[in-house]
């Protein structure tokens, strides 16, 4: 098992700068994802471990050793790419053999591998077709193997999902993880597909403009964001402007929260509150002085849950949840008066950034799409 670390690494393309001064540790055995929108180095900085692009600055290790300047062939790293770049006149079992016959393995040693390999990821019975004759998830399962053929220590992936439907891609995700699980192999995996990420990962580094907002555990980046662009990029985040009263207090509107800005109690400019909409509870009426009032605007049926839309007194418009099963007891009308009370574990108080004033949440419903405004 192995580490891959990246030290202070950076890299531009003419006057773009893809990956700014990036630190990140991924620990020996562990899945971990990169997240983060089109553009923001996802793909420089995993080529960059992969030695397809040479950093501007720092350094790349693997298990300690600086590979920086080693070329991809001679650093022994698997990689499986978005598109699935098989050799399409060759066999599956010759795809997946390629790099141990390259490198003089004896045939029975490379038969018995590849039936290994298409065993553990569901090809067995089809290592004589060629990619043209398989599906598109069939091919990149030949990728993998392709990629692991080698038993490299460390598996870099580069949204190899992404071509596929959602109900492959949420099957072969868990596969993947699986895999990589039971090899004990180190991985590092490039989505932005928050769901995916949140769903395999033992760590997600979310990226914006080449550089690394936060990193953490699923759960650290879903409850406890650190930068209101991580709030808003993974999951659903109402934000809105709060003041900091104190230790234990916030402002908004005219409503005083019990919510601690903790590290931010000191924040000097404009600050935001964030929080999910299932860690918000509606009461009727608007009295309550520690929660929000507000009034119901939509209401869009989820499944398990409802999800509701409210504008608040302050002008701003923030989403709660009820389960199905609650809302369909007692559901409210449209226009009805409320209360939002946030639990304060489950708060956070930011810095507001530029998109906090403009942006307020990312899954309203567009204008004329899904149901508003009624019960479901
Ligand atoms: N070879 C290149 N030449 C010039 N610019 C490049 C090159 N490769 C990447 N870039 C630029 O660097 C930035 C980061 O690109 P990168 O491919 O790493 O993003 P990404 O996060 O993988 O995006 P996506 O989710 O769309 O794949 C982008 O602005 C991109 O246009
Ligand atoms: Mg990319």
Not at 9 to 30: H, W
Not at 273 to 293: K, M, N, Q, Y
Request: proline share 8%.
């Amino acid at each position: 098992m192995t580490t891959l670390a990246f030290e202070a690494v950076g890299k531009r393309f003419g006057g773009t700068v893809a990956v700014d001064t990036v630190d990140l540790s991924v620990p020996s055995g562990s899945f971990f994802t990169l997240l983060g929108p089109s553009g923001c180095g996802k793909t420089t900085l995993l080529r960059m471990a992969a030695g397809f692009v040479l950093p501007d600055a720092g350094r790349v290790r693997v298990g300690g050793i600086d590979i920086t300047r080693v070329p991809p062939h001679r650093r022994g790293l698997g990689f499986v790419f978005q598109s699935y770049a098989l050799f399409p006149t060759k066999t599956v079992y010759e795809n997946i053999g390629f790099a141990l016959a390259l490198r003089g393995d004896a045939r029975a040693r490379i038969a018995s591998r590849v039936t290994a390999l298409c065993r553990l990821v569901g090809l067995h019975g089809l290592e004589d077709r060629y990619p043209h004759e398989l599906s598109g998830g069939q091919q990149q399962r030949v990728a993998l193997a392709r990629a692991l053929a080698p038993e490299p220590p460390v598996l870099l992936l580069d949204e190899p999902l992404s071509a596929l439907d959602a109900e492959i891609r949420a099957r072969l995700r868990e596969e993947i993880r699986r895999i990589v699980e039971e090899l004990g192999i180190t991985a590092l995996y490039v989505t932005h597909d928050q769901e995916e990420a949140l769903s395999i990962s033992d760590s997600i580094a979310v990226m914006r403009d080449g550089r690394v907002l936060q990193a953490g555990s699923p759960s650290e980046i879903y409850l406890h964001p650190r930068h209101a662009f991580v709030a808003r990029f993974v999951g659903t985040a109402n934000t809105i402007d709060c003041h900091i009263l104190g230790a234990d207090r916030v402002q908004c509107g005219d409503r005083r929260l019990p919510v601690r800005p903790n590290g931010h109690a000191g924040l000097a400019g404009p600050t935001i509150l964030t929080w999910r909409p299932e860690h918000g509870s509606l009461r009727p009426g608007s009295v309550d002085p520690a929660a929000l009032p507000g009034r119901l605007v939509g209401a869009s049926f989820l499944g398990p849950v409802v999800r509701l839309r409210l504008a608040l007194a302050s002008g701003e418009t923030v989403l709660a949840e009820r389960t199905a099963r609650d809302w369909f007891a007692a559901p409210l009308e449209p226009g009805a008066e409320l209360s939002l009370a946030i639990d304060p574990d489950f708060a956070t108080v930011l810095p507001a950034d530029e998109q906090s004033r403009t942006e307020r949440c990312l899954d309203f419903p567009p204008p004329g799409r899904r149901s508003s405004g009624s019960a479901p």
